[in-house]
């Protein structure tokens, strides 16, 4: 059974554009969460979606959006990127939501320049 | 709030001897508790997780964790260390009751020296 999968692997964006980022979850799994990861402020919930409704919502400001599709699959937005935007994206899928078996893909670099 | 302390930043052990990864956690009640590794450029793997019952429970890859409530602490062990298992360690915190939101810690570096 294939992984977690997030697309791109890396990114390059400059101050003030914004970004898509993407996660298709393992096949049967309806939850998607996302995470950021920084060196300094550690691995942070940024939201999750189950059933393509938002669930949960971590402290981020409305710039960082998200969405879920029918087929599961999800994407997050960051809009007017800021220099402290530069992080690792996590997407976790779990087989549905109000369980903590869950499965992390590889991550997105983002650098904002 | 519930949070989650890894104690130790960084800990460097020789190959073959034994590891103990301290976690230390705050909530109200027994949460859901859990061990993430994650290696250089890759995502994270759960390695265990204690839900209820026996308080030492068995993971992945021969590490173990045992959940002792009256320190609580949720401490990650593996008896004889290998050097695939240089990594950074996660222990994570998730409230009972569905929500899904996980807690971490800020992890611990393992450096294995041969």
């Known amino acids: 059974k294939a992984g977690v999968t997030q697309t791109p692997r890396y990114l390059i964006k400059t101050r003030g554009q914004q970004v898509t980022l993407s996660c298709s979850p393992i096949s049967g799994h309806r939850s998607v969460s996302w995470y950021q990861q920084t060196p300094g402020q550690g691995l942070q919930f940024l939201f999750e979606?189950?059933?393509?409704?938002?669930?949960n919502k971590g402290n981020f400001p409305g710039r960082f959006s998200g969405r879920q599709f029918s087929n599961s699959r999800s994407e997050m937005n960051v809009s007017t990127l800021e220099l402290g935007d530069s992080a690792l994206y996590l997407c976790?899928?779990?087989?549905?939501?109000?369980?903590?078996?869950?499965?992390f893909g590889p991550g997105t670099r983002l650098t904002v320049t | 709030a519930q949070s989650v302390t890894q104690p130790d930043i960084h800990i460097t052990v020789s190959e073959g001897a034994s590891l103990e990864l301290r976690c230390n956690y705050s909530?109200?009640?027994?949460?859901?508790l859990f061990w993430y590794v994650q290696s250089p450029g890759q995502g994270l793997q759960l390695l265990l997780k204690?839900?209820?019952?026996?308080?030492l429970v068995q993971g992945i890859k021969g590490f173990e964790a045992e959940f002792k409530r009256s320190q609580s602490s949720f401490n990650l062990r593996k008896p004889s260390v290998h050097w695939s298992d240089a990594a950074e360690y996660f222990c994570a915190v998730g409230p009972v009751g569905g929500n899904e939101k996980l807690t971490f810690g800020t992890g611990t570096r393992l450096t294995i020296i041969p």
């Open positions: 204690y839900f209820s019952g026996d308080t």
């Open positions: 976790a899928s779990a087989r549905t939501s109000g369980t903590y078996e869950q499965y």
């Open positions: 909530y109200g009640a027994t949460p859901y």
């Open positions: 979606y189950f059933s393509e409704t938002q669930r």
